[in-house]
């Protein structure tokens, strides 16, 4: 069984970084595709970075992109987002999701479709 594991959240001040981690345990596959999302009070769900472990390419929303920077460690089975410059509008919960569909990277919004198994959601909170 699939589980994926956020950590690494918590209070940052603007402009400041933080990353995220999400483990990952029991994939059947060797390539599959970690999404990040975000959901913010009052706001729909928002896919925020993607990586496909088949070409390693990863996609961003807009509104991250030269922010955020998702990479991997293969040997601990574990993806990270680092942020960084992070304003007052990141704050929201985070989310990994795992699935075996490939994303474009080029396609936005990031959807949430084929993503399978979702972790707990770990909260960022970025103020002064």
């Known amino acids: 069984q699939v589980q994926v594991v956020e950590s690494g959240g918590g209070l940052v001040q603007p402009g400041g970084s933080l990353t995220l981690s999400c483990a990952v345990s029991?994939?059947?596959?060797?390539?599959?595709?970690i999404g990040w999302f975000r959901h913010a009070p009052g706001k729909a769900r928002e896919g925020v970075s993607l990586?496909?472990?088949?070409?390693?390419?990863?996609g961003y929303a807009d509104s991250v992109k030269g922010r955020f920077t998702i990479s991997r460690d293969k040997a601990k089975n574990t993806v990270y987002l680092s942020m960084s410059s992070l304003r007052p509008e990141d704050t929201a919960v985070y989310y990994c999701?795992?699935?075996?569909?490939?994303?474009?990277?080029?396609?936005?919004?990031?959807?949430?479709?084929?993503?399978?198994?979702w972790g707990q959601g770990t909260q960022v909170t970025v103020s002064a």
């Open positions: 999701a795992y699935g075996e569909a490939y994303h474009l990277p080029t396609v936005k919004p990031i959807g949430d479709w084929g993503f399978t198994t």
């Open positions: 029991g994939a059947p596959v060797e390539y599959y595709t």
């Open positions: 990586i496909n472990f088949s070409d390693m390419n990863p």
